[in-house]
């Protein structure tokens, strides 16, 4: 075993170019000359002449020295390669830092923007009301000035009250801002240490290696050591896997934008944009009076029309509140419905009996808060098919569709006479027709097809999975999201998938659950602040989206 001469024992050894020569045999006091590989141990030549005989290799020692030390040496680039990498990462850190914050603070200033703008209509409002009141009480003096008085102070708490709902909004959505900005740092913060620790990982195998430089004998016993884990170190791509997360982070970020209006007559506005993680949040019990219930869609953001198809009542559900309550006691059945304003509800029918004449009555009607009826609208027959769809546009016209036609009508609310009529070329109405923002309408054409025409009736995307058999789609008003529901055979589930309004699916799955009744139609609805309602036979299931990265 190789030591240092004992003292008083000292050879004179001539010199050797690159070689200690203090490091001597332990056991012979001889020079270290040689290197067994077969032993991995460096000997002196009676080691080798008594003990290290064919079949052991000898190497001689300097050359074992020499490249070992080229060894090491050649790890040098890659290892300043890899330090120069690493100094690019803290630019990009910083600069993904802030272009995330800058796309947060641009969706935070335009939230603030919009809410000022209403803030000050409001408050314009108040101005012009307080004047009229005003120019009213100067005609009547002393009486009028009372009751002037009454009525500004009853603007006041109108406006007071208008006011906070404004900021109760603004601060939801600021808050929203905040905590996707907070999910951002977090990130970006996990990747700054993750490379603190791969720079500081560095840094010590530089360390070590000068130290093993220093001394012939530490070089030889720990060089396969410090090679093996710089190798492994090395070979983490770091900068690529950083960098990866760091193009993510940054899509993501970008992706996060403030989207708002109007959806039946009421003003909405959230943050939305990214794909995000469904969560179920609430689960509303179903009162077991209503057998098989069927969801005919929110009639307004926290209130869900259901119908009994046993017996054909229909009931509402306040999300919120959890009560239910019967609004209509059979007779009819409901195919879809949909808010036109906070007073007034549209309902497509399927109408019981045989309709023989040019017009379809009864298939379209108008029904105020309490559910009674306002008045039916007629639209043309054609075919036997006596069942109609309805929804609502932007505008807050109705846009319905006979059953099996091609023909959609678009017909104005006040005067109940039809603008519009739409025909699609070679296609039929299969089911559920649903009005984008952008005007254009995603029609159920087959029994896994969907299709996106434009007021024009030309065909702009069509939107088929076979795993959509027997499913219904419903659009998100605010983003033209479409969300498909059907039931996923291979996972027993009711499964929803969320595609854009071009046609591309761009999440399956994002909500999974089971439903007691296999047999029923399966389907979900959006409400207006972007959540998605379900069913499972005996509950109304609400999800809503969180941001991830």
Same mark, same amino acid.
């Given at each position: 075993? *190789?030591?240092?001469?004992?003292?008083?024992?000292?050879?004179?050894?001539?010199?050797?170019?690159?070689?200690?020569?203090?490091?001597?045999?332990?056991?012979?006091?001889?020079?270290?000359?040689?290197?067994?590989?077969?032993?991995?141990?460096?000997?002196?030549?009676?080691?080798?002449?008594?003990?290290?005989?064919?079949?052991?290799?000898?190497?001689?020692?300097?050359?074992?020295?020499?490249?070992?030390?080229? $060894?090491?040496?050649?790890?040098?680039?890659?290892?300043?390669?890899?330090?120069?990498?690493?100094?690019?990462?803290?630019?990009?850190?910083?600069?993904?830092?802030?272009?995330?914050?800058?796309?947060?603070?641009?969706?935070?200033?335009?939230?603030?923007?919009?809410?000022?703008?209403?803030?000050?209509?409001?408050?314009?409002?108040?101005?012009?009301?307080?004047?009229?009141? /005003?120019?009213?009480?100067?005609? #009547?003096? !002393?009486?009028?000035?009372?009751?002037?008085?009454?009525? +500004? #102070?009853?603007? $006041?708490?109108?406006?007071?009250?208008?006011?906070?709902?404004?900021? %109760?909004?603004?601060?939801?959505?600021?808050?929203?801002?905040? =905590?996707?900005?907070?999910?951002?740092?977090?990130?970006?913060?996990?990747?700054?240490?993750?490379?603190?620790?791969?720079?500081?990982?560095?840094?010590?195998?530089?360390?070590?290696?000068?130290?093993?430089?220093?001394?012939?004998?530490? @070089?030889?016993?720990?060089?396969?050591?410090?090679?093996?884990?710089?190798?492994? /170190?090395?070979?983490?791509?770091?900068?690529?896997?950083?960098?990866?997360?760091?193009?993510?982070?940054?899509?993501?970020?970008? !992706?996060?934008?403030?989207?708002?209006?109007?959806?039946?007559?009421?003003?909405?506005?959230?943050?939305?944009?990214?794909?995000?993680?469904?969560?179920?949040?609430?689960?509303?019990?179903?009162?077991?009076?209503?057998?098989?219930?069927?969801?005919?869609?929110?009639?307004?953001?926290?209130?869900?029309?259901?119908?009994? *198809? +046993?017996? %054909? %009542?229909?009931?509402?559900?306040?999300?919120?509140?959890?009560?239910?309550?019967?609004?209509?006691?059979?007779?009819?059945?409901?195919?879809? &419905?949909?808010?036109?304003?906070? $007073?007034?509800?549209? &309902?497509?029918?399927?109408?019981?009996?045989?309709?023989?004449?040019?017009?379809?009555?009864? &298939?379209? =009607?108008?029904?105020?808060?309490?559910?009674?009826?306002?008045?039916?609208?007629?639209?043309?027959?054609?075919?036997?098919?006596?069942?109609?769809?309805?929804?609502?546009?932007?505008?807050?016209?109705?846009?319905?569709?006979?059953?099996?036609?091609?023909?959609?009508?678009?017909?104005?609310?006040? /005067?109940?006479?039809?603008? $519009?009529?739409? =025909?699609?070329?070679?296609?039929?109405?299969?089911?559920?027709?649903?009005?984008?923002?952008?005007? %254009?309408?995603?029609?159920?054409?087959?029994?896994?097809?969907?299709?996106?025409?434009?007021?024009?009736?030309?065909?702009? *995307?069509?939107?088929?999975?076979?795993?959509?058999?027997?499913?219904?789609?419903?659009?998100?008003?605010?983003?033209?999201? @479409?969300?498909?529901?059907?039931?996923?055979?291979?996972?027993?589930?009711?499964?929803?998938?969320?595609?854009?309004?071009?046609?591309?699916?761009?999440?399956?799955?994002?909500?999974?659950?089971?439903?007691?009744?296999?047999?029923?139609?399966?389907?979900?609805?959006?409400?207006?602040?972007? /959540?998605?309602?379900?069913?499972?036979?005996?509950? @109304?299931? @609400?999800?809503?989206?969180?941001?991830?990265?």
């Amino acid at each position: 075993m *190789a030591a240092r001469f004992p003292e008083g024992n000292q050879v004179q050894l001539r010199p050797r170019k690159g070689h200690d020569m203090t490091w001597s045999c332990d056991k012979h006091g001889e020079p270290i000359k040689l290197y067994c590989v077969q032993h991995n141990i460096s000997i002196c030549h009676v080691c080798a002449t008594k003990n290290h005989q064919k079949p052991c290799k000898l190497d001689d020692i300097e050359d074992v020295i020499f490249q070992r030390r080229e $060894n090491l040496d050649d790890k040098k680039p890659k290892i300043e390669e890899t330090k120069k990498q690493l100094k690019t990462l803290v630019s990009k850190i910083d600069t993904v830092k802030t272009s995330a914050s800058r796309s947060i603070d641009a969706v935070e200033d335009q939230v603030k923007m919009t809410f000022e703008d209403k803030l000050k209509s409001v408050r314009d409002k108040k101005v012009r009301m307080v004047q009229e009141i /005003n120019e009213e009480a100067d005609k #009547e003096i !002393r009486m009028i000035n009372e009751r002037r008085n009454k009525q +500004i #102070e009853d603007c $006041n708490s109108e406006i007071e009250k208008e006011e906070q709902i404004i900021k %109760d909004k603004e601060a939801k959505l600021l808050s929203d801002t905040k =905590t996707i900005g907070e999910v951002v740092t977090k990130k970006t913060n996990n990747l700054s240490c993750k490379y603190q620790h791969v720079k500081n990982t560095i840094k010590n195998i530089e360390s070590t290696i000068t130290r093993i430089n220093q001394h012939d004998e530490t @070089l030889v016993n720990e060089a396969p050591q410090v090679l093996a884990s710089t190798e492994d /170190n090395l070979s983490l791509n770091v900068h690529q896997n950083v960098s990866g997360c760091l193009h993510r982070i940054q899509s993501e970020a970008e !992706r996060v934008k403030f989207v708002e209006g109007k959806v039946g007559g009421e003003y909405y506005g959230r943050i939305d944009g990214y794909i995000g993680k469904w969560e179920l949040v609430k689960s509303i019990n179903i009162p077991s009076v209503v057998n098989d219930p069927r969801m005919r869609g929110l009639v307004s953001e926290d209130e869900m029309c259901v119908q009994n *198809a +046993i017996n %054909d %009542d229909v009931y509402v559900t306040n999300i919120n509140t959890q009560l239910t309550e019967k609004v209509i006691v059979g007779g009819v059945w409901i195919t879809s &419905c949909a808010p036109i304003d906070s $007073n007034v509800i549209v &309902c497509g029918k399927e109408r019981y009996g045989v309709c023989t004449d040019d017009r379809l009555d009864r &298939c379209i =009607t108008l029904y105020d808060r309490q559910w009674k009826v306002i008045r039916d609208i007629t639209i043309p027959r054609n075919g036997d098919g006596i069942t109609v769809y309805v929804d609502v546009d932007s505008n807050g016209m109705i846009i319905g569709a006979q059953f099996d036609q091609s023909d959609i009508y678009v017909i104005n609310t006040a /005067n109940d006479k039809i603008v $519009n009529t739409i =025909t699609m070329q070679g296609k039929k109405v299969r089911g559920v027709i649903q009005a984008l923002s952008s005007g %254009d309408i995603v029609v159920k054409t087959s029994y896994d097809e969907y299709t996106v025409i434009s007021r024009s009736g030309k065909e702009k *995307a069509v939107i088929q999975c076979d795993e959509w058999e027997c499913s219904q789609c419903h659009v998100d008003k605010l983003t033209d999201t @479409l969300y498909i529901a059907y039931w996923d055979e291979a996972r027993n589930t009711n499964s929803v998938d969320q595609v854009s309004r071009d046609g591309i699916i761009q999440a399956r799955g994002i909500v999974d659950y089971a439903q007691s009744d296999p047999l029923s139609t399966f389907t979900c609805h959006v409400s207006p602040s972007g /959540n998605i309602v379900g069913c499972d036979g005996d509950k @109304l299931l @609400l999800y809503k989206k969180t941001f991830i990265l």
